[in-house]
């Protein structure tokens, strides 16, 4: 009974060894690529020898054509989570707070972000990275949008876009 035991043992922590989702064996997120707000272009680091930004790579996630609401961006294959959506639009206000789920990298998803949004007069604020997810924040004049993505089961990850006026510091 005790080999028995012992085996089964053995087979368990080899098991536990090899899987990816123990702490030990999980991937560190590259950061995301910070955009100058000037140029457009990537920021070079000052211990590179050439001070010239790296070539624009072509964006991975594309622009859906049809978004909840004319100036925030959506990645095309973004799927609306209508039971945890809202949102209200008048011609003085615009509120919302848009949940979808979407099969893309969480770099991929920030970095979609990074490039559509000052192509809508949004400025950049900051970005965060931690716990396998990412939350970046836009400001434009009156209005705020903070865009959260986090991982979910089976590669998927939860994308939420909330859009709230901003009476704050432009």
Same mark, same amino acid.
């Given at each position: 009974m005790t080999r028995y035991l012992s085996a089964v043992s053995c087979i368990l922590l080899l098991t536990l060894a090899g899987c990816q989702s123990m702490p030990w064996q999980r991937n560190t997120m590259p950061p @995301? &690529? +910070?955009? =100058?707000? =000037?140029?457009?272009?990537?920021? #070079?680091? !000052? /211990?590179? &020898? /050439?001070?010239? %930004? *790296? %070539?624009?790579? *072509? !964006? @991975? +996630? #594309?622009i859906a054509s049809r978004t909840r609401m004319r100036d925030v961006p959506l990645p095309e294959k973004a799927k609306e989570d209508l039971e945890r959506t809202y949102v209200y639009e008048s011609h003085t206000l615009q509120v919302g707070r848009m949940v979808y789920t979407i099969q893309a990298a969480v770099n991929d998803i920030a970095q979609f972000y990074i490039d559509t949004c000052p192509g809508a007069d949004w400025r950049m604020v900051s970005v965060k990275q931690a716990s396998g997810g990412a939350e970046l924040l836009f400001r434009k004049p009156g209005k705020k949008l903070e865009v959260s993505i986090s991982p979910r089961a089976f590669g998927s990850k939860r994308l939420v876009v909330h859009l709230v006026p901003d009476e704050g510091l432009n």
């Open positions: @995301v &690529e +910070l955009l =100058d707000d =000037d140029s457009g272009q990537t920021q #070079a680091t !000052p /211990s590179t &020898e /050439s001070l010239q %930004p *790296a %070539p624009k790579q *072509a !964006p @991975v +996630l #594309a």
